[in-house]
């Protein structure tokens, strides 16, 4: 049972760069068993929906949000199980709480999703 | 973008009643090549990541009980739950992954009458 877990600073402060990593447990991210899996960062500000930043493969296959692409760096670390969301310049309306999430397959609904964390912008 | 709007925003449902939750989609999320719809449904209880329920418009997930049902085709999809009970208070949303950006509709609040 794949497990997924965020990490990273609950403060921002405006205009600087969020940096948030999700640990995955229970299967590698690299191995052949999973090689197939598109990985995702998803945000919620509080009290509203969902929204989807973007995703990758594990080939490095990146695909982001327009509305956040010239902001937004993903990236993969195999030898630590890990992947990690950079969101730079951020404002008051980047606090959210973050998922990190996973795909079967590009074009596939998200079946795993780790819990959240909570990031706020402020000074 | 695809735009997808759910209705009502909210519900309420006395239990063991019938809950409808309707999703429509700005364009159609239905492949022609495979006939499938790339549309889902997620529930999400307070303080906690959102769980699939439904895949692919009318594919329960292993586990979720088969009160719940999706239906609809092209840009109306509806998620239904033919007897609620308690523990489907939450809110749920429905989401296209027919292309990117994956969007989401704006979430329906289910709740008990």
């Known amino acids: 049972q794949v497990q997924l877990q965020e990490s990273g600073p609950g403060l921002v402060k405006p205009s600087e760069t969020l940096s948030l990593t999700c640990t995955v447990s229970?299967?590698?991210?690299?191995?052949?068993?999973?090689?197939?899996?598109?990985w995702s960062w998803i945000r919620q500000p509080a009290g509203k929906g969902l929204e989807w930043i973007g995703h990758?493969?594990?080939?490095?296959?990146?695909n982001y949000n327009p509305s956040l692409k010239s902001r937004v760096t993903m990236s993969v670390d195999t030898s630590k199980n890990q992947f990690s969301l950079k969101l730079s310049s951020v404002t008051a309306a980047d606090t959210a709480v973050y998922y990190c999430?996973?795909?079967?397959?590009?074009?596939?609904?998200?079946?795993?999703w780790g819990p959240g964390t909570l990031v706020t912008v402020s000074s | 973008d695809i735009v997808m709007t759910q209705s009502p925003d909210s519900l309420a449902v006395s239990l063991g009643e019938r809950a409808t939750i309707n999703c429509k989609s700005s364009?159609?999320?239905?492949?022609?090549?495979?006939?499938?719809?790339?549309l889902g449904w997620y529930q999400q209880k307070p303080g906690q990541p959102p769980k699939l329920l439904i895949s692919w418009a009318s594919t329960r997930e292993s586990g979720v009980p088969d009160r719940f049902s999706g239906s609809g085709s092209g840009t109306d999809f509806t998620l239904t739950v033919s007897s609620l009970q308690a523990d489907d208070v939450a809110v749920y949303y429905c989401q296209q992954y027919y292309s990117t950006p994956y969007t989401f509709g704006q979430g329906t609040k289910l709740e008990i009458k």
């Open positions: 364009q159609s999320v239905l492949y022609s090549s495979n006939n499938k719809n790339y």
């Open positions: 999430a996973r795909s079967s397959q590009h074009l596939a609904p998200i079946d795993y």
């Open positions: 990758f493969y594990t080939s490095g296959s990146t």
């Open positions: 229970g299967g590698s991210i690299s191995s052949d068993s999973i090689s197939n899996y598109y």
